[in-house]
């Protein structure tokens, strides 16, 4: 009886468990910046920027779940700098430690590229 309720639970958690994987530290794949995703939270914040770094802080993700049609596919709202406001994107891992975020507007698209590092390194000290 104990193995079946086991088994029945691993059945029922390992969705999350794979939901869990775009959690984590993202360094941006042209730009000096990086972000924490928080999937618990709903939300990934930026947490540096060597290029703009009043933009420390900022929620660039919120309302993120996972698709409960489509195994793989996170949803959520990116903040579209441009626009100065939050606009639906679509979130997939492309291959382990790449994500992609997608945001359509209008009839344009655009994808944001995002490698998984496993901390943010210290800014450098500029003297």
């Known amino acids: 009886m104990v193995r079946y309720a086991f088994l029945l ?3 029922l958690v390992s969705p999350l468990a794979l939901a869990e994987d775009i959690s984590g530290f993202w360094k941006h794949s042209e730009e000096p910046g990086w ?6 939270e709903g939300k990934a914040t930026v947490v540096r920027n060597d290029k703009f770094p009043e933009r420390v802080g900022r929620e660039i993700l919120k309302d993120l779940r996972a698709d ?3 195994e793989g596919l996170w949803l959520g709202q990116v903040y579209a700098e441009r626009l100065g406001e939050y606009k639906d994107a679509e979130i997939t891992l492309s291959e382990p430690g ?3 975020i ?3 507007v209008g009839f344009m698209s655009r994808t944001l590229e995002w490698v998984r590092v496993e901390e943010v390194p210290p800014a450098e000290q500029v003297q």
């Open 98 to 100: 790449r994500m992609e």
């Open 102 to 104: 997608k945001v359509k």
């Open 35 to 40: 972000i924490e995703v928080r999937l618990d």
């Open 68 to 70: 409960e049609s489509e």
């Open 9 to 11: 639970f691993s059945l």
